[in-house]
């Protein structure tokens, strides 16, 4: 891993550098936030290890300006005893985990194998089709939990036993998103933890659902793409056809436009498993983007669509204008690419189903509005 040291303590500095390096570890350090910011935006790295209080920038003000400036960059703080409140807040600003001063080597490297851990599964998740960041309208779903299969194994950011008791759940097992780290209590930035709590749901249970509440925590502290990953990798590849995912919105964040997004990704990311096998050809995100782009400028030649599209691979590229060219969804003209009527009727399905926010009758995630009330609510 190439990991980046801050700490203005250059002995400390050097003594981490000296451990991690037996590990086989590519390091790098700084002696400020300010320099560890100058390297970041410049070189790649995989983990910051930063201390949480040095000179006029702190390891937080640190992590909360890697996040502001979109740099995907795991952390772990490191910080004294009496800091643990400030090591939480860390946290819940996107910090993956912290270590408490003085500290043994063996815990320092469980940590760094829990970042790698985190790291292969935000690697190896298949993602699924982005959605134009277009505010949701009016959506609302009604259905009962009674539809439901038992037993039930609810998440939340909240006591998840007032939620079993909100939705008359009985004997449900219960997993706590939250920085007490407390019995089952998982912090929202451990994505691969709370992944192997809802594989082993699946595994030992024979049928079930999962009540998720608080999906905005998630979204708090990991990227869109992230979120969307995770998501994704959880439907397509844990959830089995004997087990449903709900998702729990809260309905006083329903003017909100993230959880808007949050809601509209969530269900056209449904309609991408319905649809994948009629309309396989634009389950590609970049496919997508051609066909959205050609819809709007009619023709292009193939350098300016490369322009326009956040492309990395040319020949990636040449492949899917090659594959959607085979399919009767673009033709070329003189070197101008356009959309036949059949792209053109792909256009419009792909705007219709990002637009109402289309959602699989068969399939075994929803999205839901979480109001609160004694009785028990519709969802």
């Given at each position: 891993m190439r990991i980046l040291i801050v700490d203005d303590n250059t002995t400390f500095l050097e003594t981490m550098s000296n451990i991690l390096l037996l590990d086989q570890h590519e390091i790098f350090t700084a002696t400020s936030a300010e320099?560890?910011?100058?390297?970041?935006?410049?070189?790649k790295f995989d983990l910051l290890l930063t201390d949480l209080k040095m000179g006029d920038l702190s390891g937080i003000d640190l992590i909360r300006e890697i996040n502001n400036r979109g740099i995907d960059l795991m952390s772990i703080v490191i910080t004294g005893y009496g800091s643990i409140d400030s090591a939480v807040e860390a946290m819940k600003t996107g910090a993956y985990d912290y270590l408490l001063k003085p500290f043994e080597v063996s815990p320092l490297r469980e940590k760094i194998?829990?970042?790698?851990?985190?790291?292969?599964?935000?690697?190896?998740?298949?993602?699924?089709?982005?959605?134009?960041?277009?505010?949701?309208?009016?959506?609302s779903i009604e259905s009962s939990l009674d539809e439901y299969e038992r037993p039930f194994l609810v998440i939340s950011n909240e006591d998840p036993q007032k939620i079993a008791n909100e939705y008359?759940?009985?004997?449900?097992?219960?997993?706590?998103?939250?920085?007490?780290?407390?019995?089952?209590?998982?912090?929202?930035?451990?994505?691969?933890?709370?992944?192997?709590?809802?594989?082993?749901?699946?595994?030992?249970?024979?049928?079930?659902?999962?009540?998720f509440k608080g999906i905005e925590e998630l979204f708090r502290v990991h990227s869109w793409t992230h979120f969307k990953g995770f998501l994704d990798e959880i439907s397509r590849n844990i959830l089995?056809?004997?087990?449903?995912?709900?998702?729990?919105?809260?309905?006083?964040?329903?003017?909100?436009?993230?959880?808007?997004?949050?809601?509209?990704?969530?269900?056209?990311?449904?309609?991408?498993?319905?649809?994948?096998s009629i309309i396989s050809?634009?389950?590609?995100?970049?496919?997508?983007?051609?066909?959205?782009?050609?819809?709007?400028?009619r023709k292009l030649n193939f350098n300016k669509i490369l322009e326009e599209l956040p492309v990395t691979s040319s020949?990636?590229?040449?492949?899917?204008?090659?594959?959607?060219?085979?399919?009767?969804?673009?033709?070329?003209?003189?070197?101008?690419?356009?959309?036949?009527s059949r792209g053109h009727y792909f256009a419009e399905?792909?705007?219709?189903?990002?637009?109402?926010?289309?959602v699989d009758p068969g399939s075994k995630i929803r999205v839901f509005n979480h109001i609160r009330r004694a009785k028990k609510p519709t969802l």
């Open positions: 320099e560890a910011l100058e390297v970041i935006v410049k070189e194998e829990e970042v790698q851990k985190e790291l292969r599964l935000r690697n190896n998740i298949s993602f699924s089709l982005p959605v134009n960041e277009q505010i949701l309208q009016d959506y008359k759940i009985e004997n449900a097992l219960n997993i706590r998103l939250g920085f007490a780290r407390g019995a089952n209590e998982i912090p929202p930035t451990k994505l691969h933890l709370l992944q192997h709590q809802i594989e082993e749901f699946v595994r030992t249970q024979e049928q079930g659902t999962i009540i089995s056809s004997n087990f449903s995912l709900i998702l729990l919105v809260e309905e006083k964040n329903q003017d909100n436009a993230v959880s808007h997004l949050l809601i509209h990704d969530a269900l056209s990311l449904l309609s991408i498993q319905a649809f994948n050809l634009i389950s590609h995100p970049l496919r997508k983007d051609i066909i959205n782009l050609l819809k709007s400028h020949s990636s590229f040449a492949f899917h204008i090659k594959k959607l060219v085979q399919e009767d969804i673009l033709e070329k003209d003189d070197n101008l690419y356009y959309l036949t399905i792909i705007f219709i189903l990002e637009k109402i926010g289309f």
